[in-house]
């Protein structure tokens, strides 16, 4: 059974960091694409990061330069570092594992950003 576990989220003032991380288990971690995707109130969910098995990195413009996506092979979890953040930032963050037949998906975590 694939299980995805985010943790990190919280309350933070604009111009400052969190780090999100999503703890991964039955699903063979190097081989897929691993992403981060958020949903902000009253609004669709949109991706926001991903890092192919390969290690290759996609921003979308909102993040690019202030988030970083990573992850840690031998814990089966994958990051996103936040920094400067903005309150256009708020959103609960999903993290996703990507395989060819399926796509998995944590619960999610609450962002929020004052201003």
């Known amino acids: 059974q694939v299980q995805l576990v985010e943790s990190g989220g919280g309350m933070v003032q604009a111009g400052g960091s969190l780090r999100l991380s999503c703890a991964t288990s039955?699903?063979?971690?190097?081989?897929?694409?691993l992403g981060w995707f958020r949903q902000a109130p009253g609004q669709e969910r949109v991706f926001a990061a991903s890092?192919?098995?390969?290690?290759?990195?996609v921003y979308a413009d909102s993040v690019k330069g202030r988030f970083t996506i990573s992850r840690d092979n031998a814990k089966n979890t994958v990051y996103l570092q936040m920094n400067s953040l903005i309150p256009e930032d708020t959103a609960v963050y999903y993290c996703?594992?990507?395989?060819?037949?399926?796509?998995?998906w944590g619960q999610g975590t609450q962002v929020t950003v004052s201003s």
């Open positions: 996703t594992v990507l395989t060819l037949r399926n796509s998995y």
């Open positions: 039955g699903v063979t971690f190097t081989r897929h694409v």
């Open positions: 890092m192919s098995a390969s290690g290759v990195t």
